[in-house]
């Protein structure tokens, strides 16, 4: 059964930084490629950062030098480091499992990030 818990959403001033964590089932988590993703109010869910299960990383254009992905595998959590955000980053933040599988039908309930300017 595929479970995946978002936390560590909030509001935070244009230049400030959350740390996004994801808890997901073990039995899909440890040999998936895993990564974030967003959806602002009105437009298209996106991929903002993946990791494989060895620690390969890649960003959307959006986010690269800005935002960290990284992975515990004893615990089964995904994070996100965000900083220097920008009011665009406003989304609901959802993790799930990435290319080259592509995401699970089932999703979170995700995590809001709010960044004021």
């Known amino acids: 059964q595929v479970q995946l818990v978002e936390s560590g959403g909030g509001l935070v001033q244009a230049g400030g930084s959350l740390r996004l964590s994801c808890a997901a089932s073990?039995?899909?988590?440890?040999?998936?490629?895993m990564g974030w993703y967003r959806q602002a109010p009105g437009k298209q869910r996106e991929l903002v950062a993946g990791?494989?299960?060895?620690?390969?990383?890649n960003y959307a254009d959006s986010v690269k030098g800005r935002f960290a992905i990284s992975r515990d595998n004893a615990k089964n959590t995904v994070y996100l480091q965000m900083n220097s955000l920008k009011p665009e980053d406003t989304a609901v933040y959802y993790c799930?499992?990435?290319?080259?599988?592509?995401?699970?039908?089932?999703w979170g309930q995700g995590t809001q990030v709010t960044v004021s300017s």
């Open positions: 073990g039995s899909i988590f440890s040999s998936n490629a």
């Open positions: 990791i494989t299960s060895g620690g390969i990383t």
């Open positions: 799930n499992r990435v290319a080259p599988y592509g995401p699970y039908d089932y």
